[in-house]
């Protein structure tokens, strides 16, 4: 990627997405940083050919960016997000990753005419593993559109909805979904201590076990359904627990009702 880059926020989010350029080739002299915390030195920046300004008045007045990645907090857009709006114009595509900001929104801070691609991305984007979902108003051009998806990849899959009302559904699953897992691990751990095993071996177990199923889902690509088909015996004890995790009260209503608690949540928010 050749393309310049104006990053707004560096915090964990905009952290990864920095170093998941970095690693696919992006030279540091095609980016630039706004990170308040750097007012105070208390940035890390992972290449010494980096630099981090405070303030955007402090980014070189010649400097045109390919794409500004908004990735500020969603209660910080507002006061962050029209100082950029000069850049905004036909060679120009604002990339925002923070959740509840509607492409509305974002086009009353930088301009009716500015091209916007609104993302929402999961936590292990961290470790470069995430899933991102993107929109993009009526102003993205296609290469503008193959860029983001390019940007975004450098941390995980990305995938695009047409319509930006179900961003709220995907909130549902991508968005708090790692929650969810992590809640799992916490159940089967203590479910495994109610079975008599000592708290430190339930955990290792119960980490292991949802770590190693997602990373075997994954590396074979095949349906989950079939990997849970593969493991369950004939009257054997996954199958014993499976009557009750698949049973009518069982994990399929309870996930679609926590789904579409968060989905709603997501709505309430961006109104």
Same mark, same amino acid.
């Given at each position: 990627m050749d393309a310049a880059l104006l990053l707004v926020g560096c915090g964990k989010m905009g952290g990864a997405?920095?170093?998941?350029?970095?690693?696919?080739?992006?030279?540091?002299?095609r980016v630039r940083i706004v990170e308040p915390a750097a007012a105070a030195?208390?940035?890390a920046l992972p290449h010494d050919d980096l630099d981090a300004v405070a303030d955007p008045s402090a980014i070189e007045p010649d400097f045109r960016p390919d794409?500004?990645?908004?990735?500020?907090?969603?209660?910080?857009?507002?006061?962050?997000?029209? *100082?950029y709006r000069r850049y905004a114009g036909p060679g120009t595509v604002f990339l925002s990753i923070a959740a509840g900001q509607t492409l509305a929104?974002?086009?009353?801070?930088?301009?009716?005419? *500015?091209?916007?691609?609104?993302?929402?991305?999961? +936590?292990?984007?961290?470790?470069?593993?995430?899933?991102?979902?993107?929109?993009?108003?009526?102003?993205?051009g296609a290469d503008q559109r193959a860029l983001c998806e390019e940007?975004?990849?450098?941390?995980?899959?990305?995938?695009?909805?047409?319509?930006e009302a179900l961003l709220d559904a995907v909130t549902g699953v991508s968005g708090s979904g790692?929650?969810?897992?992590?809640?799992?691990?916490?159940?089967?751990?203590? *479910?495994?201590?109610?079975?008599?095993?000592?708290?430190d071996l339930a955990t290792r177990l119960a980490r292991a +076990?949802?770590?190693?199923?997602?990373?075997?889902?994954?590396?074979?690509?095949?349906?989950a359904a079939i990997l849970r088909q593969n493991? +369950?015996?004939?009257?054997?004890? +996954?199958? *014993?627990?499976?009557?009750v995790l698949m049973a009518d009260d069982g994990l399929q209503p309870l996930m679609t009702r926590a789904v579409a608690a968060a989905t709603q949540r997501s709505r309430e928010l961006a109104e």
């Open positions: 997405l920095l170093g998941g350029w970095l690693a696919q080739g992006v030279a540091p002299g030195g208390d940035i794409v500004v990645v908004l990735a500020v907090k969603p209660q910080m857009m507002a006061a962050a997000a029209p *100082a929104v974002l086009a009353g801070h930088l301009g009716a005419e *500015a091209a916007i691609v609104r993302t929402m991305p999961n +936590t292990p984007a961290a470790i470069g593993r995430g899933i991102t979902v993107a929109c993009a108003n009526s102003h993205v940007l975004m990849a450098a941390v995980g899959e990305v995938g695009w909805v047409v319509d790692p929650a969810y897992v992590f809640l799992m691990i916490e159940c089967l751990a203590a *479910a495994g201590v109610e079975a008599g095993l000592d708290l +076990t949802v770590s190693g199923a997602g990373e075997l889902v994954r590396a074979t690509g095949k349906d493991v +369950t015996s004939p009257n054997g004890t +996954t199958q *014993a627990a499976l009557e």
